[in-house]
């Protein structure tokens, strides 16, 4: 089937924490990976993304690798702060019209 | 930054009462789409539209579901008679060319649906 699991959550770290949060997907073929994150009373944004096998998206100190031999695009960041609290939502590329394949959401809550 | 707006951002309906959901995509954005989530599970896409028609739809999107866009700016989701079942978060999105490999879909805040 077409799907993206990601790790359940609400993970709580501390600020300054190291952050993984894991993502599998199955696909035919080969569909773009993406990592969404929606802050607290906003709508889902673009947080980064890879288009092919062994890319690394990066942004905002988050970075996450397309790893076709292990089907999956783990997010991670170093060093984590209060402001990156929100939900992270793992997707891939659907149908033919750009629509997007999600996972459930996991939500970060980092503390002072 | 130019945005995607929604209203309302909650609303509360009984059961069997039609519902439209209405969406301001980003003004040069010619491809607008329509995804829900029921609290607790995946954002799940409901159908997309261009030039004027629906491009693709899931199985969610039935009978009971229409979109539309009557003027140059508004993108509605109507559902004709609500079932409890269709309490969720619905997400407007718009890209500004075919998306497909790309994925930089632009977000609405969401409205929320209750159906009692």
């Known amino acids: 089937g077409n799907s993206v699991t990601q790790m359940e959550g609400p993970v709580t770290l501390s600020e300054e924490a190291f952050l993984t949060i894991n993502c599998t997907y199955t696909?035919?073929?080969?569909?773009?990976l993406f990592w969404y994150v929606q802050y607290p009373g906003e709508g889902l944004q673009l947080l980064l993304k890879a288009t092919k096998a062994d890319d690394k998206g990066s942004n905002k100190g988050f970075e996450a690798t397309y790893r076709k031999e292990t089907t999956s695009f783990h997010l991670e960041k170093g060093s984590v702060q209060v402001s990156d609290s929100a939900v992270y939502f793992c997707a891939r590329s659907g149908g033919s019209q750009g629509n997007l394949i999600f996972g459930k959401g996991t939500k970060l809550s980092v503390k002072p | 930054e130019p945005e995607v707006t929604q209203t309302p951002s909650h609303q509360v309906t009984q059961m069997g009462q039609e519902v439209i959901l209405r969406c301001v995509p980003i003004s040069n954005h010619l491809y607008f789409y329509w995804y829900r989530q029921i609290l607790g599970q995946k954002v799940e896409f409901l159908v997309s539209?261009?030039?004027?028609?629906?491009?693709?739809k899931s199985e969610i999107f039935d009978d009971q579901f229409s979109v539309e866009r009557p003027d140059g700016s508004n993108f509605t989701l109507k559902i004709r008679s609500t079932k409890l079942e269709d309490s969720a978060m619905y997400f407007c999105?718009?890209?500004?060319?075919?998306?497909?490999?790309?994925?930089?879909?632009?977000f609405g805040e969401g409205s929320r649906l209750t159906v009692l």
């Open positions: 999105a718009s890209s500004e060319a075919r998306a497909r490999g790309t994925g930089e879909l632009f």
């Open positions: 696909a035919t073929g080969y569909p773009s």
């Open positions: 539209f261009y030039n004027n028609e629906i491009s693709e």
